[in-house]
Structures are given as C-alpha cells and as structure tokens.
C-alpha cells in the first residue's frame, strides 16, 4: 500500500488512519480526513478558513468557517500537534491554515514492526469497517501489553507485505446471524501458518487470543532450528532464545553497573519467567504431554543458571523446585526417552537435581547421544554431563565438537565457551580457562563477575576488575552467589579436586571481602576447602582488603 509520510507520522493514502512512531493506529472521522487530504495536498500553501469549509462541506449542510475551526483543533489534538509551536497544521491568524509538515509519498513498508495485525478482509465487503478495525486495534493493545516496548506492534488495515517479523492477519465472516473473525500467524519468511483460529467477534476475549498467538510464537521459536537438526541447540538454549523476544532489558533490584550487564553476564531475570507463566498456564490447561512436562523441568533449571545467584538472596525454593521436577520428569521418563532429544534433554535435568541421579543420566545421554541427528544439542549435553562425572577428555572431545556448530555470538556459543572454562577450571588446566574466559568477557562490566566466578582456587590477589566487582556487590548478592555456584556447578562433579577447583577461588574472594560468615554452613560442609587455606594477614594482605572497600 502506498502511504504518506509526514515527519514521525505514515498517512494511509486515503487519510483513514495514520501510524505513530510507536506503531499504534491513529484513525480519522470523515471530516478529518477531507482536511488531511486538502491540506496535504497543498502543503506549505495557505488554505482559507473558505476553501477548508468547500472540502468538508458535504459532510453536513449546516457547515460554516467556524466548524473548520473545531475540526482543526481535534486533529492536532490526535496527532499531538500545537497550535503555539506547529509541527503539522501552522495557523495564519484572521486568513486560515497551512500544512507545515511537509510530505513525502512512501511505496514501501510503513513501518518495521515485529507483528503487524493486518491485512484485515471482511467478506462480502469492500473494505474493512470501523467494527473490523476496532476489533484489530483491541488485538494489537492486547499484543503490546504482553511485549516489551521495543517489539512494536501496528495494525495495517491494507496490507502487511513487509517490514514486519509476524503478522496476524484478520479476516471477518457473517455466519448464522453471528459476526465472526479467523486470525492466522505467519513470519515473514515464510507462508506457512503458525496459528490460525475462528472466534465469534461477540465474546472473546481479546487477551486470550492474543496470549494463544504469543505461545505459538514462542513455540514456533523454540522449534525453528527443525526438529533432529545437526545444529540445533539444547532445548534449555532455545528457550531463552525464544523468551528473548518477550523480555524487557530491565534489571529490577540491581546496581546501576551490574544492570548494564544485560545480556553478556547476566541474561534477563524475565525470560525464564515469562516462560515459566507460559509453560504453567499450558498445563493448566490441559496441556500437560510428556514434551510441556519436560520443559518446564527445564525451565525451572534454567531459572538457577540464569538469576539463581539473585533470587537466592531473598528465597530459598530449592527443595520444593527439585521436587517439582522430579515428578515433572520421572513419571513421563519412559515416554521421553524414544526421542533421543528428548532423552537427552531429561538427562542434563536428571543430572541437576541431585547427584543420585546422575549415573542414570549419563547412561541415558550415552544411549540417546548413539541416535540423535541434533549432534549439537548431543555434543553439548553429552561433553557437561561426562565432565561432572571427573571424564575430563571426553568433555573437551564433545565440547570442542560442539563449539564449531554454533552461531558465531550466539547464546548457545557462549553457553558452550562457559561449559568448557568451567570443566577446565575442575580439572585445573587454569593456564587454557583463561583464555577461553577472554572470548566471553568482551565488556569491561562483565570481566569483574565472570573472572570471579571462574576465580583459579590458589588466586591470591584478584584482579582489578574483581575487586570493582566486588566493591559493588551488596553482601547479601555475594553470600547468594557462593550459594548459587555451589548449587549449580561444584556440587555436580564427582571428584573432590574438581568440587574443591569450581568454588574454592570465589569462596577465597568473598571471604576476604565480606569476612568468614559470607560461606553458607552448607556450602563449607560439603566442601570444607572454601574455608581453608587462606592467607595470614600480612601487610600486603591488608593493603588488599582495603582496596575492596
């Protein structure tokens, strides 16, 4: 469709509705539209208050140049436009008005949107009417409410045939006295349908049907790589990747600096939230297969690697997660197991909730690795779990496999880089962690946390970057964060070296700068090096402990 451009602001080429910058419809009465469509058209040209009253004048015989006046007034007040500074309508006071604005006629996209609700087809009609298109605005409010700021959603009335990701497009139908409309999600890339359903226009819930084009957007993402794909990532990776899309940057509760982290250290605290809603509502709703099961379990996991060292500071669920995903994984354990994917991805599940089960899960990655075409996702999880089980050589080999699958800067490679410093700094080749650890550290911020949490265990002085990180930290993140490493990494390998070489470095660290009581009692009783060995307070060691503070 062609349109109009004007400053921040696309006209459809009829003057029906315009498009913010935000992607949100601005609609026009018919009068307004007259206006737009004179003003425009002589833009930069006085138009008397006469000639304004001769373009609108069929929509009521009882017009007059004051009725110009009012019209003028309500459309700047939709398109924010100021009588006093003009961007749009200038006025020339005592001879009529002007179209300051400029134009620009647009034949492309009118915008880039990451879902466009449009085209909008009502059958037996020419055009959609005011019903189809209130009804598509109610669509793309409910849309917007569910997304972050920065996934602009718009409706496009004509078309939608670029600048878009996805699309809903509407089409309404009469059937049986009952006014109805079919929606069907698409990618641009593509015309196959994600997700098409029919409701009655009388009772729906607009929400819901907004929520149930989002979860299959999600899902659509989750699948993209296609299913046995040689290059597709752990399902645990691909989920964050697809909550990307629905997660805000925001840090709520951080520090300025941490919170600058964002991606690189510290993945955004909603995205496995807002999967793990997405995932409990599916089930609620009777949606509880094996696969919906397996993924939740793998949710929960993902939610201690990404934000555990924070939510450990406030809470404690643990306990009742672990229980969560054992019955979330063990009743449909047979079911996933014909699946090699899934099989693989029941086990690196197994393997985290407690060591007990960890044999199991190594025997079943073996098996499932034997079949699976997503070498990948097999690689990946084969070389962690054979690393917590002290086979150091086998994880490098798989892990070394793996790396060259993946999307240069992807998630899913900085997952596997973090997966080899950390069975590296387990077996204690320390000299190789380092330097995998500076292709995960490309900004200044994340040197400081990631240098600590891979901290060698016999680091005496930390590094500037560290002690910055450190200065920063509030006392209850960092007794959170020995916590959280001990949870998520040293309790899972076999060997007590190995156990010891993961948490010791950071433990040291965090007990210099905080003092003894930052160790948890159960993080010292498994392992009761992290309240060993450290150094007798010299002057050097003073001079240290001062640079924390």
């Not at 229980?323 to 979330?328: D, F, K, P, T, Y």
């Not at 407690?354 to 996702?377: C, G, K, N, Y």
């Not at 959170?480 to 950071?506: D, F, H, M, Q």
Request: overall charge neutral; proline content about 5%; hydrophobic content about 40%.
């Amino acid at each position: 469709m062609a349109g109009i451009n004007c400053q921040k602001l696309t006209f459809a080429s009829e003057y029906s509705y315009a498009h913010g910058a935000d992607g949100k419809i601005i609609k026009f009465t018919r009068a307004e539209r007259l206006l737009l469509a004179d003003l425009i058209a002589h833009a930069g040209m006085l138009r008397s208050r006469e000639q304004l009253l001769d373009a609108v004048s069929k929509v009521g015989s009882d017009s007059s140049d004051r009725n110009v006046d009012f019209f003028i007034n309500r459309l700047r007040r939709k398109i924010r436009d100021s009588a006093k500074n003009p961007k749009f309508i200038g006025t020339r006071y005592g001879e009529g008005y002007v179209w300051v604005g400029g134009h620009s006629p647009q034949t492309g996209p009118l915008a880039e949107c990451f879902i466009v609700v449009g085209p909008i087809v009502a059958i037996g009609q020419q055009s959609a009417d005011s019903h189809a298109i209130e009804f598509a605005e109610g669509v793309a409010q409910a849309l917007r409410k569910q997304l972050p700021l920065e996934r602009v959603v718009s409706v496009r009335p004509d078309e939608a045939e670029a600048g878009f990701t996805f699309r809903i497009n509407l089409t309404f139908i009469v059937s049986g006295g009952r006014r109805e409309c079919v929606s069907c999600l698409q990618g641009s890339e593509s015309t196959k349908v994600i997700l098409a359903r029919r409701d009655s226009c009388h009772d729906i819930d607009v929400n819901a049907l907004a929520e149930s084009h989002l979860s299959a957007l999600w899902q659509f993402q989750v699948d993209r790589a296609g299913l046995g794909a040689s290059d597709a990532a752990p399902l645990a990776v691909r989920m964050v990747e697809a909550g990307e899309l629905f997660a805000d940057d925001s840090q709520a509760g951080l520090s300025g600096e941490v919170s600058k982290l964002k991606g690189e250290a510290f993945p955004s605290s909603s995205i496995w939230r807002k999967n793990d809603a997405r995932l409990r509502e599916l089930i609620r709703n009777g949606n509880a297969t094996p696969v919906t099961r397996l993924m939740l379990a793998v949710n929960i996991y993902t939610g201690y690697i990404i934000d555990g060292w924070r939510f450990l500071a406030n809470e404690d669920p643990r306990e009742r997660d672990q229980a969560h995903m054992e019955s979330l994984i063990l009743e449909v354990l047979p079911d996933l197991l014909d699946d090699p994917e899934n099989a693989l991805s029941a086990a690196h599940v197994l393997s985290f909730m407690s060591p007990a089960h960890q044999v199991l899960a190594l025997e079943i990655a073996e098996e499932a690795f034997t079949r699976s075409t997503a070498l990948a996702d097999a690689l990946s999880i084969l070389g962690r779990l054979r690393g917590f089980a002290g086979d150091f050589d086998g994880a490098f080999e798989m892990l070394y496999r793996a790396r060259p699958l993946c999307k240069p800067g992807s998630v899913f490679e900085r997952y596997i880089t973090s997966c080899i410093c950390q069975n590296l700094l387990a077996s204690g080749n320390f000299e190789a962690k380092d330097r995998e650890l500076e292709s995960l550290t490309k900004s200044p911020i994340s040197k400081g946390p990631y240098r600590l949490v891979y901290a060698n265990p016999d680091e005496a002085v930390p590094s500037l970057p560290v002690r910055i990180h450190l200065a920063l930290s509030p006392r209850k993140y960092a007794r959170a964060a020995v916590l959280w490493s001990y949870y998520t990494s040293a309790r899972l390998y076999r060997p007590r070296e190995a156990k010891e070489n993961v948490i010791v470095g950071l433990a040291r660290h965090m007990r210099r700068r905080f003092g003894d009581e930052i160790i948890p009692d159960e993080v010292s009783a498994a392992i009761p090096a992290t309240m060993g060995g450290a150094a007798r307070p010299t002057s050097e060691n003073r001079l240290l402990a001062s640079d924390y503070q």
